[in-house]
Nanobody, 115 residues
């Protein structure tokens, strides 16, 4: 599975950004799609995931109520709508899929939130 993210950039605190991830290749068997992030000097952490079978979602406590994960049409497109952004949201955001053939990662897209 190949994953290509887009939509990162620089935004002021309180602003919004939307990330996209396009999955291609052997997407059959993917059961979970998600977003992770890695801030400066920090470990990679989960942001949000969505089940491809039920569309049920899971969010990190730090982003609940501010971020929304969703899938587009076609269903191999993944989105992350980020509102009320904070400087601590600054990180490289990675798209991830998990399925029958293992896990895949995108190359990452930088999100920078200025105070």
């Amino acid at each position: 599975v190949q994953l290509v993210e887009s939509g990162g950039g620089l935004v002021q605190a309180g602003g919004s950004l939307s990330l996209s991830c396009a999955a291609s290749g052997n997407t059959f068997g993917i059961h979970t799609m998600g977003w992770y992030r890695q801030g400066p000097g920090k470990e990679r952490e989960l942001v949000a995931t969505i089940s491809t079978r039920t569309d049920s979602t899971n969010y990190a406590d730090s982003v609940k109520g501010r971020f929304t994960i969703s899938r587009g049409n076609p269903k191999n497109i993944l989105y992350l709508q980020m509102n009320s952004l904070k400087p601590e949201d600054t990180a490289v955001y990675y798209c991830n899929t998990v399925g029958l053939f293992g896990a895949s990662w995108g190359q990452g897209t930088q999100v920078t939130v200025s105070s």
